[in-house]
């Protein structure tokens, strides 16, 4: 059963939304030049970079960029060159330091991200916090697929969030599930074909796994540490806003089960 055919269900109000989240792209490329989308490849960014295109947008205008950790699924992988076939765009794509990485994995081994939180966040900044810093340099405004919808920390999340240097702009924020996957379904938007494998988040392959029923969207990201710690600093405010503090433990190693081996 595909995602699309389980939760392509658009909210009562949809039209109105769509209409104020293309309003707001093209105010974000006028007023935050330049712009550019911070593309995970997951289903609601595969969304924005087709009301991007919707809204008129090229690479005249604004830019995409992917993170790739050396860690990602090759289904998501696959997504750059798809999008390029389809969009007038051009994805820039970041890798950490390789060196870092390589050092990092030398010291720590290959599952050091499920040993502690301090590790694994440490991975998480080289492979993601540091190349996003070269990503974002000289950019006045960035795209994310955040919505309040995807976890009690994101409920909070606004349009449009002044940074210090640029002006974080969040699109889908009143989106739902239903209304992402509708929007997907009707425009046969290209999508990780992990979604219809039940994995509504999807990361490096091993800190993702599938959710099940019930379970909230971000469950199968680090699923092995509390509640509070399910971001990587992407999106957690300079204040330190949603930091999450070391859990008292961790699950035992021998019971944590990655999706998939992936050298770094």
């Known amino acids: 059963m595909s995602a699309i055919s389980l939760y392509a269900k658009p909210s009562p109000d949809f039209a109105q939304k769509l209409a104020h989240s293309l309003a707001l792209i093209k105010t974000a490329a006028t007023e935050y030049s330049p712009l550019t989308q911070a593309s995970s490849l997951g289903c609601e960014d595969m969304v924005i970079t087709h009301l991007m295109h919707e809204a008129g947008l090229d690479n ?55 040993k502690s939180l301090a590790l694994r966040k440490q991975c998480c900044h080289i492979r993601k916090m540091e190349p996003l810093e070269r990503a974002l340099a000289g950019k006045k405004g960035w795209l994310t697929g955040l919505r309040r919808e995807q976890s009690a920390a994101r409920a909070e999340v606004h349009d449009i969030e002044q940074q210090p240097e640029r002006a974080k702009v969040n699109p889908l924020v009143e989106w739902t599930q239903g209304d992402i996957w509708h929007y997907i379904s009707v425009n046969a938007i290209p999508y990780n074909p992990l979604h219809d494998q039940f994995f509504p988040s999807i990361g490096c392959a091993p800190c993702t796994r599938a959710v099940t029923l019930g379970e909230d969207f971000r469950s199968g990201r680090w699923w092995w540490e509390n509640e509070s710690a399910k971001e990587c600093g992407l999106h957690v405010a300079a204040d330190g806003t949603h930091e999450a503090q070391e859990p008292a433990a961790f699950e035992p190693l021998s019971s944590i089960i990655p999706i998939r081996e992936i050298q770094a």
């Open 60 to 114: 005249a205008s604004a830019s995409i960029f992917v993170l790739d950790t050396g860690m990602l699924h090759l289904e998501t992988v696959a997504l750059v060159k798809r999008i390029e076939e389809r969009y007038p765009f051009k994805i820039d794509v970041y890798h950490p330091d390789a060196d870092a990485a390589s050092a990092f994995v030398e010291e720590n081994g290959s599952q050091a991200m499920y």
